[in-house]
């Protein structure tokens, strides 16, 4: 990168560049070098509490433009008026007034006026529902089903694909080695390949550099990814990704498959770093639980199609998060049904309670686990990243938020950490943006 230099975080400005991967005061990695700072880094870097870091000091990235240094912005507030009303409807259910939820809002309106600033206004997903909410629904058609029913009518859930049965089996023997966990991965080109751009992605730079001179630092190989996430992090890794092609091919008019993923994507990078922050569950679990959080809303929109369009108007129409109103016409919710899926194809069980008991911590007895799934998608929908047919943020449960013991300044630094794994995520497992092949 040329010539660096160490500047006090307090000298830092929107547009530079980082020149080093910086990490937590804990050693946790922060946010990858090549980093073009802007004003979310900035205050991720204050909430740290990190004196200085490493930038490029020839390397001028582009300051940002302000609302004063562009024609595009309509109102005179840095387009905070217009960012506001437009985030109205997303944060309806959702207490701003203080706390995290205040957190979250400032943090989604600043991103909100960013955007407007780069791209102009843009619907927010869902929009396309207004027309589908109008039809009318025969109350007939929507009977009480049964999760067991649900899961039945579907042929390719009936069992998991092969690849998944021999990670599973890697995982449930505790004698496994590290080549019984490369050897289960294999022989799928297109699972072996995701996982090796994930593992030389920048969340682990930290863990080659610490392993340097062992091998080359490109991972090229699934003996050493597993050397670098371990084998038993590796294969659940996999066992997530495995599944992920049965869960497409959702109508458009329901939802836009690109948006879904983005949202799993978004959910299970902020997971990945809540976990890590916070110590509660294996980053690599939680970051599976978030990439399937809410696969059974994909089985509803395939199998009880009528339920959920009486379910997408109640909520549009009585301003409720969907989650809600699906308990009431389906008689559970998606997470219930996700949840039941992977109970059925003998997930991990602490993975299955994540998915099953995100919208409900009133139901397991502990709580630390499925609170990490509860919070990081509150912050993926709240931060817009692309959406699964809800358009309104989950209410935040109290004891999920002090079962975590995170501050406000430490979810505020996350944030764009979160926002950064999914980027790279995305790039990793969806190259074409689509969703998976």
Same mark, same amino acid.
């Given at each position: 990168?040329?010539?660096?230099?160490?500047?006090?975080?307090?000298?830092?400005?929107?547009?530079?560049?980082?020149?080093?991967?910086?990490?937590?005061?804990?050693?946790?990695?922060?946010?990858?070098?090549? *980093? &073009?700072?802007?004003?979310?880094?900035?205050?991720?870097?204050?909430?740290?509490?990190?004196?200085?870091?490493?930038? @490029?000091?020839?390397?001028?990235?582009?300051?940002?433009?302000?609302?004063?240094?562009?024609?595009?912005?309509?109102?005179?507030?840095?387009?905070?008026?217009?960012?506001?009303?437009?985030?109205?409807?997303?944060?309806?259910?959702?207490? #701003?007034?203080?706390?995290?939820?205040?957190?979250?809002?400032?943090?989604?309106?600043?991103?909100?006026?960013?955007?407007?600033?780069?791209?102009?206004?843009?619907?927010?997903?869902?929009?396309?529902?207004?027309?589908?909410?109008?039809?009318?629904?025969?109350?007939?058609?929507?009977?009480?089903?049964?999760?067991?029913?649900?899961?039945?009518?579907?042929?390719?859930?009936?069992?998991?694909?092969?690849?998944?049965?021999?990670?599973?089996?890697?995982?449930? =023997?505790?004698?496994?080695?590290?080549?019984? !966990?490369?050897?289960?991965?294999?022989?799928?080109?297109?699972?072996?390949?995701?996982?090796?751009?994930?593992? =030389?992605?920048?969340?682990?730079?930290?863990?080659?550099?610490?392993?340097?001179?062992?091998?080359?630092?490109?991972?090229?190989?699934?003996?050493?990814? #597993?050397?670098?996430?371990?084998?038993?992090?590796?294969?659940?890794?996999?066992?997530?990704?495995?599944?992920?092609?049965?869960?497409?091919?959702?109508?458009?008019?329901?939802?836009?498959?690109?948006?879904?993923?983005?949202?799993? #994507?978004?959910?299970?990078?902020?997971?990945?770093? &809540?976990?890590?922050?916070?110590?509660?569950?294996?980053?690599?679990?939680?970051?599976?639980?978030?990439?399937?959080?809410? &696969? $059974?809303?994909?089985?509803?929109?395939? %199998?009880?199609? !009528?339920?959920?369009?009486?379910?997408?108007?109640?909520?549009?129409?009585? *301003?409720?998060?969907?989650?809600?109103?699906?308990?009431?016409?389906? $008689?559970?919710?998606?997470?219930?049904? $996700?949840?039941?899926?992977? %109970?059925?194809? %003998?997930?991990?069980?602490?993975?299955?309670?994540?998915?099953?008991?995100?919208?409900?911590?009133?139901?397991?007895?502990?709580?630390?686990?499925? @609170?990490?799934?509860?919070?990081?998608?509150?912050?993926?929908?709240?931060?817009?990243?692309?959406?699964?047919?809800?358009?309104?943020?989950?209410?935040?449960?109290?004891?999920?938020?002090?079962?975590?013991?995170?501050?406000? $300044?430490?979810? @505020?630094?996350?944030?764009?950490?979160?926002? !950064?794994?999914?980027?790279? *995520?995305?790039?990793?497992?969806?190259?074409?943006? %689509?969703?998976?092949?």
């Amino acid at each position: 990168m040329g010539a660096m230099v160490r500047r006090a975080v307090s000298e830092l400005s929107p547009g530079m560049v980082l020149a080093e991967d910086v990490l937590t005061p804990g050693g946790r990695f922060l946010m990858p070098r090549g *980093t &073009i700072l802007d004003a979310g880094h900035l205050k991720s870097l204050t909430a740290w509490s990190l004196a200085e870091v490493v930038v @490029a000091a020839d390397v001028a990235a582009p300051a940002p433009q302000t609302a004063s240094a562009t024609a595009a912005e309509p109102d005179g507030d840095d387009g905070r008026e217009a960012a506001a009303a437009a985030l109205a409807e997303r944060f309806a259910c959702f207490d #701003v007034a203080a706390g995290p939820g205040a957190v979250l809002y400032r943090l989604a309106l600043d991103r909100e006026v960013r955007r407007r600033l780069a791209a102009g206004p843009v619907p927010e997903e869902g929009h396309g529902s207004e027309e589908r909410a109008r039809r009318p629904v025969d109350p007939g058609t929507t009977a009480p089903l049964s999760l067991e029913g649900l899961l039945r009518d579907e042929p390719k859930l009936v069992s998991p694909p092969e690849v998944y049965l021999r990670i599973n089996d890697v995982l449930k =023997n505790p004698a496994s080695t590290v080549d019984d !966990a490369a050897d289960s991965i294999k022989h799928d080109p297109s699972l072996a390949a995701k996982l090796l751009r994930l593992v =030389n992605s920048s969340y682990y730079a930290r863990t080659m550099r610490a392993m340097r001179g062992r091998f080359p630092a490109k991972i090229d190989s699934l003996s050493r990814a #597993v050397l670098v996430v371990g084998a038993r992090q590796l294969a659940t890794l996999a066992l997530g990704v495995s599944v992920l092609p049965l869960f497409q091919d959702i109508p458009p008019q329901w939802v836009n498959m690109r948006l879904f993923w983005e949202h799993s #994507v978004g959910c299970a990078a902020a997971a990945q770093a &809540i976990a890590a922050a916070t110590g509660r569950v294996n980053a690599e679990t939680a970051f599976v639980a978030g990439l399937l959080h809410d &696969i $059974g809303r994909i089985i509803t929109f395939k %199998q009880a199609v !009528a339920h959920m369009g009486v379910a997408m108007r109640r909520a549009e129409a009585e *301003t409720l998060p969907l989650f809600e109103v699906e308990r009431e016409v389906l $008689g559970f919710d998606h997470a219930a049904l $996700g949840g039941h899926l992977l %109970q059925k194809w %003998q997930f991990p069980a602490n993975l299955e309670k994540m998915v099953r008991y995100h919208h409900d911590l009133s139901e397991p007895l502990f709580i630390d686990e499925p @609170a990490v799934i509860h919070l990081a998608d509150i912050v993926a929908t709240a931060m817009g990243w692309g959406g699964s047919g809800n358009r309104r943020v989950p209410p935040l449960d109290p004891a999920a938020w002090e079962a975590l013991g995170l501050t406000e $300044g430490g979810l @505020a630094g996350l944030v764009p950490v979160m926002e !950064a794994r999914l980027t790279e *995520t995305m790039r990793s497992f969806f190259p074409d943006h %689509q969703g998976p092949p």
